[in-house]
Nanobody, 115 residues
């Protein structure tokens, strides 16, 4: 059974930065594309970014140029560097594999962008 643990969230002012981490146990990231998702209050969970098995990346238009997804395969950890944060980036951030069937979701990490 795969366990995903997200961390690194917090309260930050608009324009600030945060770096999120997602550690997996029970399976390796190596065999799957991995992604970050987020869910704002009252909204559906939405996709934010993907990193492929070979390291290629894709981003939602809303975060392109501000967020960077990366991974450390030996550590089985995926990261999301978030710069130039906006209030609309507020939400709970989750990671998961980007396949037709996700692993069980972790608890996520709260990101709040507010002055």
């Amino acid at each position: 059974q795969v366990r995903l643990v997200e961390s690194g969230g917090g309260l930050v002012q608009p324009g600030g930065s945060l770096r999120l981490s997602c550690a997996a146990s029970g399976s390796s990231f190596t065999y799957y594309p991995m992604g970050w998702y987020r869910q704002a209050p009252g909204n559906e969970r939405e996709w934010v970014a993907t990193i492929s098995m070979s390291g290629n990346t894709n981003y939602a238009d809303s975060v392109k140029g501000r967020f960077t997804i990366s991974k450390d395969s030996p550590k089985n950890t995926v990261y999301l560097q978030m710069n130039s944060l906006k209030s609309e980036d507020t939400g709970v951030y989750y990671c998961n594999r980007v396949t037709s069937i996700n692993w069980d979701w972790g608890q996520g990490t709260q990101v709040t962008v507010s002055s």
